[in-house]
């Protein structure tokens, strides 16, 4: 079951709180950070090896912005799903913990 247009359950509670991704969703973020995590490994490779540094920092560049992808993703999944169902059940301090979680990924 395809969980990614529904509320997910477990995300209102603080003590127990956990994500409920779909199958589809989860496999594609553990890609992803699979792919990020090859290319540090690279990155580690160009400094031994003395690279040039400004190809070590094109790569550099190219693993933020990797990551910048699967926060993006991540965020939008919260969004659509634990933060849409603690506002429907009246937690507004949900919002609170959102902006702060945003401004943290703005940095």
């Known amino acids: ?3 990614d247009s529904t509320i997910h359950e ?7 709180r956990k994500s409920h991704h779909s ?3 989860k496999n594609s973020l553990i890609s992803r950070l ?3 995590e090859g290319q540090i490994r690279g ?6 090896k003395d690279t040039y540094c400004d ?10 912005s990797a990551l910048n992808g699967v926060g993006k993703l991540l965020l939008e999944h919260h969004m659509k799903s634990c933060v849409v169902e ?13 902006l702060k979680t945003v401004n ?4």
């Open 10 to 16: 477990g995300c209102a509670d603080s003590s127990t």
């Open 34 to 36: 699979n792919r990020i």
């Open 86 to 98: 603690r506002i429907h059940e009246g937690d507004e301090e949900v919002i609170a913990e959102f």
């Open 1 to 3: 079951m395809d969980t």
């Open 23 to 25: 199958e589809k969703t």
């Open 104 to 107: 943290k990924l703005m940095k």
């Open 55 to 64: 190809d070590v920092l094109n790569q550099i560049s190219s693993i933020q």
């Open 43 to 48: 990155v580690k490779g160009l400094i031994e």
